[in-house]
């Protein structure tokens, strides 16, 4: 029984496999807050103007901007200048349906290990009405032009996982299929294609025949073949994972350019070993966690719909919008099909309030009601998953150290440890003159710097010793802390207090503050820093003044790391 029955009109409403009118009870903010988000995710370019949103969405200019102030507020999109951008929290979206996949856990590190076996790129798939959405790449990108990532769509009848999930439709989906075609030749609804140049659509008859006979085939061999269906180089090989009731549930393919394989000698070469990934992963799945129910709830960021920021904002915050997106983000804390009852309570709303937001995100095609509860559909990857998954840790904090920078007036910056010292992976400096010149992978010895010192106090404590043990710390001013007890004491109290402040140690007038990083394992991955002339305020001065905006944004910093690398490793570069 459906737990949005009470508000459907007719009780076959429920169970019908797309609502197609709508509902009564559709809550227009996150409908029109969604299609905002989309357009960002999926429109040529990443920066766009409200007036390319307005063209885009069909909306109207007020309710635009109404919706991109409210999710400009909550994190979704920033803006640079007058252009809006998606922000990293929207990666919450995607996680949304990454955390229920199981299989995932169970799939990642077999498709990284069978991509490093064959020494080409690994994927998997999952279908996506009549189209295909990665959900995990293993990529060896050599002599090819086009990499698609976690995230991006393709038409079914291009890409080999397609003919293994066609295998399985009904006359309604192909149905559906050919609507699409017929309405959308030259594929421009699927922005990870290279473009197709006008009047190169291939006649729709052809296509039809051809993607039915390679249906026909995959269904009899097994497994599908994508002979330059993308580009002209671009082969690969699918194989279809099936739950233990036999039910597909993605494909895993191994794609290959045709300077190195022709489509039989890829086939020959990896068959046997994509077969033995695929049994591997199918006993996975039948393990009993991960037909993980009931769900557990794992803690991600918590809710944003307070009424603080509807106090601030007033009319200009959408507080139902913020409330939707909550509902959608909560079931990323869960690895199940969630409740009504869970969702609510995740929220904190009440539950006619969740259940509102469940109807018009199910309407949208985001969330799905099956006999276990609800569940978050592939398609919310579409709402900026792809172009997030490719951030990296320099892209994630830039905009962070800007705002930081044009907060406090003094430069900041971001490091990592890479052996004894640290390098610069991020930096904005400030207008002001400083003594030293520091660019992006500078590196200076890690005992005598505030982001040194944060680092070396998160290492585990083996690590750590052995690390103080081999430097032999340099007088490089009067000030330097030069004893290595005297420095393991100085990085002890760093980890005492969750900062570190380097007075005048690295070079005479330079004071630095620096805070911790974290990925979402709570794993400091990177510090950063203020950097200022000490001439202008005592120390306790400028710690009183710099220290809770650099916690601040630390902590925003690693909020959105968690987000976008929670199922897709961050790159530092
Ligand atoms: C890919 O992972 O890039 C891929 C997979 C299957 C295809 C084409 C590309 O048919």
Not at 459 to 484: F, N, S
């Amino acid at each position: 029984m459906s737990q949005l029955t009470e508000v459907t009109t007719a009780p076959e409403a429920a169970t019908a496999p797309a609502v197609t009118t709508a509902p009564d009870e559709l809550v227009g903010p996150l409908e029109r807050g969604l299609a905002v988000l989309r357009a960002v995710a999926t429109g040529p370019g990443t920066r766009h103007r409200p007036g390319d949103l307005v063209r885009t969405t069909g909306l109207a200019r007020s309710t635009v901007d109404r919706v991109a102030t409210t999710l400009v507020r909550l994190g979704f999109l920033r803006t640079e200048d007058r252009d809006l951008l998606l922000a990293p929290r929207s990666a919450e979206l995607g996680n949304a349906y990454l955390a229920v996949c199981a299989f995932l856990e169970a799939l990642g590190p077999r498709a990284e290990a069978l991509a490093d076996e064959l020494d080409e790129s690994v994927s998997v798939a999952v279908p996506d009405g009549d189209g295909v959405r990665f959900i995990a790449q293993a990529a060896r990108r050599r002599a090819m032009a086009i990499s698609f990532r976690v995230g991006d769509l393709l038409p079914a009848e291009r890409c080999a996982p397609g003919a293994l999930f066609a295998a399985d439709w009904d006359d309604v989906q192909r149905e559906r299929w050919r609507a699409r075609r017929l309405h959308d030749p030259l594929d421009t609804d699927f922005p990870a294609l290279p473009p197709r140049p006008a009047g190169a659509e291939p006649a729709s008859e052809k296509v039809e025949a051809d993607f039915v006979a390679r249906v026909r085939q995959a269904r009899e061999d097994g497994f599908a073949v994508d002979s330059r269906l993308i580009e002209p180089g671009l082969i690969a090989v699918s194989l279809p994972v099936r739950d233990p009731a036999g039910a597909v549930v993605c494909a895993v393919s191994v794609v290959s350019h045709t300077s190195r394989h022709s489509a039989e000698s890829l086939t020959a070469r990896v068959l046997p070993p994509l077969r033995a990934a695929v049994a591997t992963m199918e006993a996975a799945l039948r393990t009993p966690s991960a037909n993980g129910t009931p769900a557990t709830a794992t803690a991600v960021r918590p809710p944003h719909s307070g009424s603080a920021l509807k106090e601030e904002l007033g009319a200009g915050f959408l507080q139902s919008l913020a409330r939707g997106l909550d509902v959608l983000c909560a079931f990323g804390s869960l690895d199940g099909p969630a409740r009504l009852a869970d969702l609510a309570r995740l929220t904190g709303l009440p539950r006619a309030t969740a259940r509102r937001s469940l109807i018009t995100l199910r309407h949208l095609g985001y969330v799905q009601e099956d006999a276990d509860g609800f569940r978050a559909l592939p398609r919310v990857l579409e709402l900026g998953y792809a172009r997030l998954s490719g951030l990296t840790l320099a892209g994630i904090a830039t905009p962070h150290l800007a705002e930081l920078v044009d907060r406090v007036h003094e430069s900041a910056s971001l490091a990592v440890l890479d052996d004894d010292e640290i390098r610069y992976v991020a930096r904005v400096a400030s207008t002001r003159i400083m003594h030293i010149d520091i660019t992006v992978g500078t590196r200076l010895p890690a005992y005598a710097t505030s982001m040194g010192r944060v680092l070396l106090a998160a290492l585990p404590d083996d690590q750590r010793e052995a690390r103080l043990a081999r430097v032999t710390p340099e007088a490089l001013t009067p000030r330097t802390v030069a004893t290595p007890e005297a420095l393991a004491k100085a990085v002890a109290a760093t980890a005492r207090l969750g900062y570190a402040w380097v007075e005048q140690e690295l070079e005479e007038g330079l004071r630095s503050i620096a805070a911790p990083v974290t990925n979402g394992g709570g794993q400091v991955v990177a510090a950063v820093n203020v950097a200022l002339h000490a001439g202008r305020a005592t120390g306790e001065e400028s710690l009183a003044t710099l220290l809770p905006h650099l916690l601040e944004t630390a902590a925003r910093i690693s909020a959105d790391l968690a987000a976008v690398g929670r199922f897709s490793p961050v790159p530092t570069g």
